[in-house]
């Protein structure tokens, strides 16, 4: 599994999201999980997908599993 940091700004006219960490800008940090070839990602063992962006307060909760042919 690969996890990418991404970042999203509120601004006054909508949301940035980058992988750029701005200096003393708030900001809610974000990671994308994506699956190794031939596995998925899971929270809860029912609904599974390749690649999810969540907070990081939730990667804890996701795994990755052999994905059934």
């Given at each position: 599994?690969?996890?990418?940091?991404?970042?999203?700004y509120?601004?006054?006219?909508?949301?940035?999201?980058?992988?750029?960490?701005l200096?003393?800008?708030?900001?809610?940090?974000?990671?994308?999980?994506?699956?190794?070839?031939?596995k998925?990602l899971?929270?809860?063992?029912?609904?599974f997908?390749s690649?999810?962006?969540?907070?990081?307060?939730?990667?804890a909760?996701?795994?990755?599993?052999?994905?059934?042919?």
């Open positions: 599994m690969t996890k990418e940091i991404f970042y999203n509120l601004g006054v006219n909508g949301i940035i999201t980058s992988s750029v960490l200096d003393g800008v708030p900001a809610i940090k974000k990671i994308k999980l994506t699956a190794d070839r031939g998925v899971t929270k809860d063992g029912k609904t997908c690649s999810i962006t969540i907070p990081e307060s939730e990667v909760l996701w795994s990755e599993v052999l994905a059934e042919m």
